[in-house]
Protein backbone atom coordinates (compact mmCIF):
# COMPACT_ATOMS: atom_id res chain seq x y z
CA UNK A 1 0.00 0.00 0.00
CA UNK A 2 3.56 2.15 -0.29
CA UNK A 3 1.47 4.00 -3.40
CA UNK A 4 -1.61 5.12 -1.36
CA UNK A 5 -2.62 7.08 1.61
CA UNK A 6 -4.06 5.96 4.86
CA UNK A 7 -7.22 7.79 4.92
CA UNK A 8 -9.48 6.46 7.69
CA UNK A 9 -8.82 4.23 11.31
CA UNK A 10 -10.90 2.28 13.32
CA UNK A 11 -10.69 0.19 16.42
CA UNK A 12 -12.51 -3.52 16.08
CA UNK A 13 -12.33 -6.42 18.48
CA UNK A 14 -12.54 -10.10 17.66
CA UNK A 15 -15.07 -12.63 19.29
CA UNK A 16 -12.44 -13.41 21.89
CA UNK A 17 -12.18 -9.91 22.70
CA UNK A 18 -8.68 -9.67 21.31
CA UNK A 19 -8.23 -5.75 20.01
CA UNK A 20 -7.03 -5.29 16.86
CA UNK A 21 -6.87 -1.42 14.43
CA UNK A 22 -8.45 -1.42 11.34
CA UNK A 23 -6.72 1.10 8.86
CA UNK A 24 -8.59 2.08 5.28
CA UNK A 25 -6.35 3.14 2.85
CA UNK A 26 -7.60 5.16 -0.61
CA UNK A 27 -6.05 7.55 -2.82
CA UNK A 28 -5.39 11.15 -2.08
CA UNK A 29 -5.36 13.90 -3.16
CA UNK A 30 -7.55 12.71 -5.99
CA UNK A 31 -9.62 9.57 -5.01
CA UNK A 32 -10.78 7.21 -6.44
CA UNK A 33 -14.74 5.73 -7.12
CA UNK A 34 -13.77 1.87 -6.24
CA UNK A 35 -10.43 2.14 -4.00
CA UNK A 36 -10.86 1.37 -0.72
CA UNK A 37 -8.85 -0.96 1.08
CA UNK A 38 -9.24 -2.30 4.34
CA UNK A 39 -5.59 -3.70 6.70
CA UNK A 40 -5.43 -5.18 9.84
CA UNK A 41 -3.06 -4.12 12.41
CA UNK A 42 -2.46 -6.08 15.60
CA UNK A 43 -1.96 -3.48 19.06
CA UNK A 44 1.55 -3.80 18.14
CA UNK A 45 1.52 -2.00 14.64
CA UNK A 46 2.12 -5.64 13.22
CA UNK A 47 0.04 -5.73 9.46
CA UNK A 48 -1.50 -8.84 9.46
CA UNK A 49 -3.04 -8.53 5.81
CA UNK A 50 -1.77 -7.79 2.67
CA UNK A 51 -3.42 -7.02 -0.89
CA UNK A 52 -1.24 -8.34 -3.77
CA UNK A 53 -1.98 -7.09 -6.34
CA UNK A 54 -4.02 -4.35 -4.82
CA UNK A 55 -6.86 -3.84 -7.85
CA UNK A 56 -8.66 -7.27 -8.55
CA UNK A 57 -9.63 -7.20 -12.65
CA UNK A 58 -12.71 -9.28 -13.77
CA UNK A 59 -12.60 -9.11 -17.29
CA UNK A 60 -16.35 -11.21 -17.53
CA UNK A 61 -17.48 -8.17 -15.63
CA UNK A 62 -19.14 -4.98 -17.81
CA UNK A 63 -17.08 -2.35 -19.15
CA UNK A 64 -15.87 0.20 -16.58
CA UNK A 65 -16.89 -2.49 -13.42
CA UNK A 66 -14.31 -5.14 -13.93
CA UNK A 67 -11.58 -3.69 -11.29
CA UNK A 68 -12.08 -3.80 -7.53
CA UNK A 69 -10.04 -3.07 -4.25
CA UNK A 70 -8.38 -6.47 -3.34
CA UNK A 71 -9.76 -6.93 0.07
CA UNK A 72 -9.70 -10.55 0.05
CA UNK A 73 -7.24 -11.54 3.19
CA UNK A 74 -8.78 -8.95 5.30
CA UNK A 75 -12.65 -10.06 4.62
CA UNK A 76 -11.44 -13.66 5.29
CA UNK A 77 -9.74 -12.63 8.20
CA UNK A 78 -12.71 -10.61 9.48
CA UNK A 79 -14.73 -13.19 9.19
CA UNK A 80 -12.61 -15.82 11.01
CA UNK A 81 -12.25 -13.48 13.59
CA UNK A 82 -15.67 -11.97 13.99
CA UNK A 83 -14.72 -8.83 14.19
CA UNK A 84 -16.94 -6.00 15.20
CA UNK A 85 -18.12 -3.26 12.59
CA UNK A 86 -16.46 -0.33 13.82
CA UNK A 87 -17.23 2.89 12.56
CA UNK A 88 -14.39 4.45 10.53
CA UNK A 89 -13.05 7.49 11.42
CA UNK A 90 -11.92 9.71 8.64
CA UNK A 91 -8.08 11.27 8.45
CA UNK A 92 -9.07 15.11 7.46
CA UNK A 93 -7.08 16.33 4.25
CA UNK A 94 -5.10 19.63 4.33
Given at each position: ME????????????????????????????????CEWFHLYT??????????PAILTDTSAPEGQGQAPNNAQFDALDRKLGLSRPKIRYINSP
Open positions: RYTAVGLACAKATNGTPYFIVQYGELPYGCAFVHGQLLTRSV
